[in-house]
């Protein structure tokens, strides 16, 4: 049955997919490997926000306490703060601010996270916390501008719900953190944006608790973040680990959940950030790498933007060390690129995102149609995988062509699928090497680009019947254009050897 | 039948082929998209030297007499030489030394030739050409060094044969202007290099009597120099040519003419510089722009190393102005680029070239094989354009990967033909614009790469067996690496989701 | 006498003197030193708009007739003129378009002006005129929208009341190509801005009848324009000139008169542009090059705004070819830089001015004071010249530093004169060689930066007092910040060495 | 009195000063920040080599321990070091490596130094430790090639006679050290160079012990190395620090300590080198930023050639982390420049150095004269800053032009000192902000460079008289070229305005 795109838009394209994506910790940032990435992600894809954890953790050096004529002091020096932001915003992204997590020598107690140990305990001073976020919030709109800065959400903390993440999932303790932060965020300035809880999946409970709270107090609160994840639990392997996954709607029912859950309440109608999602939550799980993985998020990065005003992917680079350093190019991590740059299929999945039009004709389980303002058609089109991928896939639509009958249109198709623009493929039948020859590493770049065909199609009655074979696993995007035919009329294509 | 491919090299392949490229008219060198275009292709293909026409020619401005005190004086001005010797040095490549066409203030008639007008008379002064060259040369030489200039070969006029391009066509004038002019090169430096008579194809009684000229003389001489090119005669329709063209054979034997001719002479021995060929000698017949050439030059291009010391393609970009501006974006110029970087099919016949190896283990009538010093065996091959073109041509090679028995081995091929790596096709479906929108670059340069593919060989015997199907016009490239297997023992594919 | 800059602003400092910028012929702009250049000019200075001649010539290559089956047509080819327009905007500059010269198949006759040769007679055919205007138009509205577009003056001709530029300086031919050429602008849409009559000065008669043509024939007009130039007779020298100079008050006296001489008319209170101005119009006076021409033109630059909307320096680079191509590094040039980006003083008099804040402050014979947004007073000073520069200038200004009433100040001085920020008179010292050596360029590029001091000036009642010297020909930049005090208690200087 | 600089060079300028400079721990190389830097001085001074710590540490994630199967295995990881050495490579610099500190899993304690905590306990086996030796220098020998590697000198450990970095500062366990070390080294490729033993000054009974275990045990030695420092013990304040200095004298002697105490023993003649040399052993002592601190070294760079074979400043850059992560702009790091690339004073010193010419004329406590192959003559000058600095300090030098007789030569002369080319001067008036704001740090980008002045000098009987006056802490330097004049016949001065 060949579907038949309506003429006419049903609407705007939500850019809710765009507005943040995800990064390792805050002083990575200032790596040259970490800024080619995002440079090239800013070309191709163009996010508008970033967000990670540790700004105010020791490796960023913010919060310096000092002892002076006997007297304890803090300076806050803002060295790497500057040249991060600085360079953020000369590559077109702006902070998705995350409040994060505390200083050594302001905590309460010695628990940390991760390898490069972010410490999780509560301030052991509740006014020297206020003091250090009004300090960095302060300084950001001293340099930055408060037009700028009031556009740039401002987060307090990361996943509270989880021991991991802060001391014993005390919720108590963190609508304390929450008031205390959210309170000296809006001393500084009325307009900025303020928000929570960042809960990770699982913990639906802490959203409505947190709800109330910050009615009862009638707390400042400009937005409400969760995060999701579909990932069963680990099967570690050395250097990596196995896991089951749930589909890919399970990660739209997560998306849906807060709006769900506010539904007639104080907080009924505030925008909603999911300021973190992926499949797997594990940075060594080969999945990330895959072409099933771009396939997979396909019908959550078309169709998210119903349910949710911004969600992101966590994350744009393999940079990244909650683990430790990485031991292999190709190491399951989050990036949607690895170090030094190698697209993986997901890669393209943003990239092909960043080619849809603005007027959205169509959308089903396996497409997504747009048009843009010269007429130019994209569609978006994957093979599903689930319940299982089978070996080929056929997609078949009728597009209008706006306001042109018949004649020549020109047709792009791009394709990433389990051998192509594959990179991740090759590296399997490179042998799976660690470190990578500079030779290798250039084949890697060649081969992960897309697979690009071209041809010219029919337009009959104003519309071109297209009829897409996708294989396994396979992502791709078709752009249609009209064509204003320039031959002139002494060409001859069978006199070109005379 | 299955070709057996040598374990042992024959020798190593001639690098004649890269040793000189063409160009427009040498100010053309001052522009910003020849320099793009130029900085692409040395870093893709790397040529050693380059030679186009008009050093001498009012454009460049270097001969300037002026009035003073009563009494006529020069001025030799290089504001544009350094400019244009800075920026080749500074892109890896070294000038080809044209000596020609004829300041208009030193000239003894009128006649120009081309668009630019490059006046191509005798100098009025026989004294004063002397000194220009001899100011040209000493300025080369103190500027950049004579242990540079050394290197640099230096060749007196262009196609003294035709009436277009010298007046009359007379040899003797011809023979008059090579004493004066290798004589004055000489007196600035006796070890620089100095030839002639860069003549054009059909003139090969000329080569024997300037010989004898020389010889006779004994004048310097360091080289020869001819053209070739296998083109009928120009049909014209606005715009454009078709022509026949001669096998490439062809070419190949106008290659070897200058050896064969000289065999027994004073000048037996000398090399012999090919300073231009192509297929059509026309910078508006579009099959320079098509699949087709690759493939009819790739035996050329392949094999042409063993026939002479150098052989260049004319020319690297379509920056080209000898019948005046041009008209569209493909327009049957001679660049290996269009304008703004489009790759041709044949640019990719080069930068295949340049991934091949310097042991050359194989060579037939539709492939080159070579294998390089880490053991990367590669296959350049191609689908024979005569007598005529099949839809498909298929080639089996049995290829020994030196020092490995068993075992799998890296295959990646890199394919141009007619759907693919083909941007002048996708231009025809484009409906061939004249003036590209910025989202149509985009797109051809997109679709001007070769297409990748990757598999995973194996190796048996010391050998891979290799089946490749070319398409029409087809040229490929395959680069095969045996693997070092550094795959972990945990590692299983079925486990990818838990 | 100390000067007393007042505390409050009498406005905003007007722009015209960024809102355009001379430039050699349309098809010098494709050339790699002329980009570099105005890139550079784009960091430091950033024009809005630049105009220069010979977009509709013959080099460009736009006006392409042919003939097929029998009949004359005409290709409109737009291969360059995408590629300048296409640069242009990506430095952030946008074209003030100048529609001429004639294609030499269009022209009535063989008159062309300059080296390159540009044809100056009337069209041989009004219809075919009119055709190729519709069509360049059209073509830049299509490719950058008339949004864009509709922003660029677009202007009939150059000095057409000269007859080097307009066959027997015949106002009445004029008229009739301002008409055909207006009304072909506007048909392709009414809300492009169309202009001239660009007269030279010497031609004052010209304007008001222009003015009366224009009204009684009810034609569009959206701005009028002419040049100023203060050179007198050229003394030639080879490859020089020389010329004395009026005062440069009648420059500003040549930019007043258009408004006065339309008061009244129907023409009154259209926007002027004085789109060319310089001291000599040759491009071979060696005073382009020196400090001189810097305080020279300082109060030009300085006061220019408050008589018209813009005036364009001619020209921003040295590449340029009106009398061939340049025999010197130095040679006279127009450009505020040199071929290879040495910057000249008069460079720095508008890198100087675009350090202005945006409030105008005071404004005298010898100085120009400024304030912006954040508070930092800026003084453009300079040595009057005429009636005779002594060997150094007092100037004390007594300058408000709003909403500080005391403690200290850090004030920049940046300083051109005869002996610094001065490659030409470095240049001279090296002996005045035409082609400079790669050491020598190096040399240049450094000296040709401004010398800066530096200091901490003392704020006393809310001023700060500042004398200051100029050197002979200088023209000096100081900014004045009030600081911030950020010394900790501890410290102490006398402690350095412990 | 005026110094008679000879006509003859009495040999060639060492170039010791250049072989080596000092970083922070090897992964702050991934920084931009760091490459941009670095970058930034290859291009102005161009080292040869870099050393730092931290290869073997946890941030560089080479050594990883992992169970499988039961059994434990170790992975090494080189993500980084590849992406690190690539980067220096590309940067025209090469590695001076440093084995050291330990991978905490494989370490004997917790005991670590800096704020980044390397581990500087013996291994818990020898065994791996060795294993990990020879793995990390057989990849770099695999990655890079034995050609290469060879001329990267391999040095065990860093100062060991320190009980910070060495536990215990054990002398017998570092002897065994050097033993497991080498031998592992020299496994891998017996042309590798290994050295030892890195000692701190105040240590010099450890060389003479060093030797003898080595000669005793004949080991393999290509170097020896160690430290030199002139500061006295750190006076706190806070974020920095005051110390005394010792004469510069100080550490010439330094460096002549080992030739003197190995004369005669089996490791004489050895190449030697300092593998670290400052004034001040600390962080952030400012005295690293000042005018003073070039002066003072001055001697030591001119001169230290003559007593070793390298001599490296630590370090090239202020990204550097030892005491945390620095609080502000200029904070007395070891810095040539500070973050974001603002030059301090010794930069210039080393800048100075790189344009010394190879042939040495002479030298003398305030002076060094050199001469190049182009007959340039090159001086730097300092002013002495022991006893104690005057305002200014006067030097005359009679400077032969080799050839030229008489004539006219080119003087650049480029200064440093407390005004000129001194940002941290501009700072400290700037109110030593912490946080630099964009306009300040252009501001002190441009006031960082050297202030340049130019003159015409003239040579009488082949000499030029300089007469050199010298600001407090001034370096100067001055280059002299005789002048080839081109000035033509008709050039007058008096006629610039006609």
């Given at each position: 049955?060949?579907?038949?795109?309506?003429?006419?838009?049903?609407?705007?394209?939500s850019?809710?997919?765009?507005?943040?994506?995800?990064?390792?910790?805050?002083?990575?940032?200032?790596?040259r490997?970490?800024?080619?990435?995002?440079?090239?992600?800013?070309?191709?894809?163009?996010?508008?926000?970033?967000?990670?954890?540790?700004?105010?953790?020791?490796?960023?050096?913010?919060?310096?306490?000092?002892?002076?004529q006997g007297?304890?002091?803090v300076?806050?020096?803002f060295t790497?703060?500057?040249?991060?932001i600085?360079?953020?915003?000369?590559l077109?992204?702006?902070?998705?601010?995350?409040?994060?997590?505390?200083?050594?020598e302001?905590?309460?107690?010695?628990?940390?996270?991760f390898?490069?140990?972010g410490?999780?305990?509560?301030?052991?001073?509740?006014?020297?916390?206020?003091?250090?976020?009004?300090?960095?919030?302060?300084?950001?709109?001293?340099?930055?501008?408060i037009?700028?800065?009031?556009?740039?959400?401002?987060?307090?903390?990361?996943?509270?719900?989880?021991?991991?993440?802060?001391?014993?999932a005390?919720?108590?303790?963190?609508?304390?953190?929450?008031?205390?932060t959210?309170s000296?965020?809006?001393?500084?300035?009325?307009?900025?944006?303020?928000g929570?809880?960042?809960?990770?999946p699982?913990?639906?409970?802490w959203?409505?608790?947190?709800?109330d709270?910050?009615?009862?107090?009638?707390?400042?609160?400009?937005?409400?973040?969760?995060?999701?994840?579909?990932?069963?639990?680990?099967q570690?392997?050395?250097?990596?680990?196995?896991?089951?996954?749930?589909?890919?709607?399970?990660?739209?029912?997560?998306?849906?959940?807060?709006?769900?859950?506010?539904?007639?309440s104080?907080?009924?109608g505030?925008?909603?950030?999911?300021?973190?999602f992926?499949s797997?939550?594990?940075?060594?799980?080969?999945?990330?790498?895959?072409?099933?993985?771009?396939?997979?998020l396909?019908?959550?990065?078309?169709?998210?933007?119903?349910l949710?005003?911004?969600f992101?992917?966590?994350?744009?680079?393999?940079?990244?060390?909650?683990?430790?350093?990485?031991t292999?190019?190709?190491?399951?991590?989050f990036?949607?690129?690895?170090?030094?740059?190698?697209?993986?299929?997901?890669?393209?999945?943003?990239?092909?995102?960043a080619?849809?039009?603005?007027?959205?004709?169509?959308?089903?389980?396996?497409?997504?149609?747009?048009r843009?303002a010269?007429?130019?058609?994209?569609?978006?089109?994957?093979?599903?995988?689930?319940p299982?991928?089978?070996?080929?896939h056929?997609?078949?639509?009728?597009?209008?062509l706006?306001?042109k009958?018949s004649?020549?249109?020109?047709?792009l198709r791009?394709?990433?699928n389990?051998?192509?623009?594959?990179?991740?493929?090759?590296?399997?039948?490179?042998?799976?090497?660690?470190?990578?020859?500079?030779r290798?590493?250039?084949?890697?770049?060649e081969?992960?680009?897309?697979?690009?065909?071209?041809?010219q199609?029919?337009?009959?009655?104003?519309?071109?019947?297209?009829?897409?074979?996708?294989?396994r696993?396979?992502?791709?995007?078709v752009?249609?254009?009209?064509?204003?035919d320039?031959?002139p009329?002494?060409?001859?294509?069978?006199?070109?050897?005379?």
């Open positions: 049955m060949r579907i038949q795109v309506p003429d006419q838009s049903s609407g705007r394209l850019d809710a997919w765009r507005f943040c994506v995800g990064t390792g910790r805050f002083e990575l940032a200032l790596r490997d970490y800024q080619d990435s995002l440079a090239l992600i800013q070309r191709e894809v163009g996010f508008r926000h970033i967000r990670g954890h540790g700004l105010l953790s020791d490796g960023v050096g913010i919060y310096r306490p000092y002892s002076y007297s304890r002091q300076r806050y020096a790497y703060v500057d040249q991060v600085d360079a953020y915003l000369e077109g992204i702006a902070p998705f601010i995350e409040l994060g997590f505390m200083p050594r302001l905590a309460s107690g010695e628990q940390t996270v390898w490069w140990a410490n999780v305990t509560p301030p052991s001073s509740w006014t020297q916390w206020a003091a250090l976020v009004r300090a960095t919030i302060a300084h950001l709109v001293d340099r930055y501008g037009d700028q800065v009031r556009g740039w959400p401002i987060e307090v903390w990361n996943e509270p719900n989880l021991k991991e993440f802060w001391a014993d005390d919720q108590d303790v963190y609508h304390l953190l929450y008031e205390v959210a000296a965020v809006k001393e500084v300035d009325a307009s900025l944006q303020v929570g809880p960042a809960i990770s699982g913990a639906d409970e959203l409505v608790r947190f709800a709270f910050v009615a009862q107090r009638g707390l400042p609160i400009d937005f409400v973040s969760r995060h999701a994840y579909t990932s069963g639990p680990a570690h392997v050395p250097f990596g680990v196995h896991q089951t996954l749930a589909p890919a709607t399970d990660l739209l029912a997560q998306f849906a959940r807060p709006r769900e859950q506010l539904r007639g104080a907080l009924d505030l925008p909603v950030h999911i300021t973190e992926n797997s939550y594990r940075p060594d799980n080969p999945i990330h790498d895959t072409a099933f993985h771009a396939a997979y396909a019908p959550v990065v078309a169709g998210g933007g119903d949710v005003d911004s992101a992917y966590w994350t744009f680079s393999d940079m990244f060390e909650e683990i430790g350093v990485p292999a190019l190709f190491h399951g991590g990036g949607l690129l690895t170090h030094r740059q190698i697209k993986k299929p997901t890669y393209h999945l943003y990239a092909f995102m080619r849809m039009g603005d007027q959205l004709l169509a959308r089903g389980e396996d497409h997504l149609v747009t843009d010269d007429g130019r058609v994209t569609v978006l089109a994957w093979a599903p995988v689930f299982a991928a089978g070996d080929s056929l997609l078949r639509l009728s597009i209008p706006a306001g009958e004649g020549p249109a020109f047709g791009s394709r990433v389990e051998q192509m623009g594959n990179a991740w493929a090759a590296w399997n039948e490179m042998g799976r090497p660690l470190s990578v020859r500079p290798q590493l250039e084949t890697l770049r081969v992960a680009e897309p697979v690009r065909s071209h041809s199609l029919s337009i009959a009655a104003g519309r071109v019947e297209l009829d897409l074979v996708l294989d696993h396979e992502v791709t995007l752009e249609i254009t009209a064509v204003k320039e031959t009329p002494w060409w001859d294509d069978d006199r070109m050897l005379g």
